[in-house]
């Protein structure tokens, strides 16, 4: 066993520990009212309750532990969802993209971990204003925090595999073979490290292009092995946003880890995950801040260490 899979053994070990003191968090605040919203009226803003109830089913579909089913039940209540339904019918651009990406995940996960249909009719709804805002168009790429189109097309490809929807697998790789070429236009490293986002632009893109099977993982590798390789985990997050950057680099670099098979990535995205997970005022302290939305993130990086294999 290489020392990196140990290290993995190890954090996948200690994993169910963390998704249990970071679910704590949202289960807090997911039923305040800090909007108007019928259903997500929580953690500030629609997105972030939106994420919230997906961290609840997640944590329960990872660990088994069912003690926050009814506070999700109390938010999915089906009049309730009608009335979200409608207003983003009313409202097209609400939550374009990414709020509507999280969701398509929130409805993936609940058919999965508690076999509910309550939200099929909503998030095909949902995945159809989706594709229609991808569908035959270019956009950047390179689109920062909420305007980021990898991480849309990435939840609605996970969302098509769930529901069987070859479809929405073809219009998620035709676009992410549009976006390709943007490879040899990256932003530079210097650039992107400056922005004090949440979104981990260039890992996730290459998670879209690698996932969507747009383009091979050694032809990602040959172009941005070296760049993906030399990230390191932020230690001295400068705006609320980055905060929950480690988390996102996280995930990303796990997904690619896994399709190149790649030690180094693998290490690298336990550096960021444990780095946020090593200082708590990071993500359960101000509420307005971080604790409204930074678990959530690191949930869906645990997740995704969860269900991953060892290396060999």
């Not at 954090?11 to 970071?22: D, I, V």
């Not at 390191?232 to 896994?258: C, D, M, Q, V």
Request: proline share 6%; net charge neutral.
């Amino acid at each position: 066993m290489t020392d990196v899979a140990a290290r993995f053994r190890e954090f996948k070990a200690e994993a169910p520990h963390w998704a249990a003191l970071l679910a704590q968090v949202p289960a807090r605040h997911i039923l305040r009212h800090d909007t108007a919203h019928p259903a997500f009226h929580g953690c500030i803003d629609w997105h972030s309750a939106c994420h919230a109830a997906w961290a609840l089913i997640a944590y329960e579909g990872l660990t088994g532990d069912a003690q926050y089913g009814r506070v999700v039940d109390s938010v999915l209540m089906p009049n309730k969802l009608a009335l979200e339904a409608a207003d983003l019918a009313a409202r097209p651009q609400f939550e374009m993209p990414y709020g509507r990406a999280w969701f398509l995940r929130l409805a993936l996960e609940d058919r999965l971990v508690t076999g509910s249909t309550r939200l099929t009719f909503f998030a095909r709804d949902v995945a159809a204003s989706l594709t229609a805002n991808y569908r035959n168009r270019l956009s950047d790429p390179f689109a920062r925090e909420y305007a980021n189109p990898s991480w849309a097309l990435i939840n609605l490809l996970d969302y098509a595999e769930v529901e069987n929807r070859a479809d929405l697998t073809e219009i998620v790789r035709d676009a992410a073979q549009r976006l390709a070429p943007s490879m040899d236009r990256l932003p530079s490293e210097a650039d992107e490290d400056t922005w004090p986002d949440f979104m981990a632009v260039t890992p996730m893109f290459c998670e879209l292009l690698v996932r969507a099977s747009a383009v091979e993982p050694a032809a990602v590798m040959d172009k941005v092995g070296t760049r993906l390789k030399a990230l390191r985990p932020i230690t001295e997050p400068r705006k609320a946003h980055h905060y929950a950057l480690n988390f996102s680099r996280g995930w990303a670099l796990l997904a690619l880890a896994k399709a190149a098979g790649d030690d180094t990535l693998l290490g690298s995205a336990l550096d960021h995950i444990k780095m946020n997970l090593a200082h708590p005022s990071w993500w359960r302290g101000d509420y307005r801040a971080v604790s409204h939305w930074v678990p959530q993130f690191g949930l869906f990086a645990l997740q995704r260490a969860m269900r991953q294999d060892f290396p060999k």
